[in-house]
């Protein structure tokens, strides 16, 4: 976990999601923190927040890497940024995996493919054509993590 002005940044390490993320969640002690705390003080927090991640999105850009960005509504205001390959029309079942795919709503086009995908066939798939190499992810990781405001 990195820690840049009560931003939380950490590395989705999860055995279930076949693809690498950085996660930014702003750094709440409680419940109550918002409340506790003065209203300019919580809203720079979020435009700290705000700039990190406009950080990696734009050395995202500028590398020409494609990515996907979910918003999670929750307290801590988390924000999963999801590098990836181009995007690819799966060849074992008739899918190209975007945004509601890698949030884990997966489209499948025809019901030959609803008949004969499995979740081990869509974590395959997407492990080998959306998710970025090691290699390149270290890379990602690096120039996002190296961007503190």
């Known amino acids: 976990v990195h820690n840049?002005?009560?931003?939380?940044?950490?590395?989705?390490?999860?055995p279930f999601f076949p693809f690498h993320?950085?996660?930014?969640?702003?750094?709440l002690?409680?419940?109550?923190d918002v409340q506790q705390q003065q209203q300019q003080l919580y809203w720079t927090d979020v435009?700290?927040?705000?700039?990190?991640i406009f950080y990696c999105i734009d050395y995202l850009q500028s590398a020409n890497i494609p990515h996907n960005i979910l918003f999670a509504v929750n307290r801590k205001r988390s924000v999963y940024l999801i590098p990836r390959q181009s995007q690819v029309r799966m060849t074992r079942f008739n899918n190209t995996p975007g945004?509601?795919?890698?949030?884990g709503f997966v489209v499948l086009l025809d019901r030959s493919s609803f008949d004969?995908?499995?979740a081990q066939t869509i974590f395959d798939e997407y492990k080998r054509k959306v998710?970025?190499?090691d290699e390149t992810w270290k890379q990602v990781k690096d120039a996002c993590l190296?961007?503190?405001?």
């Open 146 to 149: 190296s961007g503190s405001i």
């Open 99 to 103: 945004f509601p795919d890698l949030g």
């Open 116 to 118: 004969h995908v499995t």
């Open 29 to 32: 002690v409680d419940e109550n």
């Open 131 to 133: 998710s970025l190499s």
């Open 21 to 27: 993320a950085l996660v930014y969640e702003l750094n």
């Open 47 to 52: 435009l700290n927040l705000s700039k990190m």
């Open 4 to 14: 840049f002005q009560n931003v939380n940044i950490f590395e989705l390490v999860d």
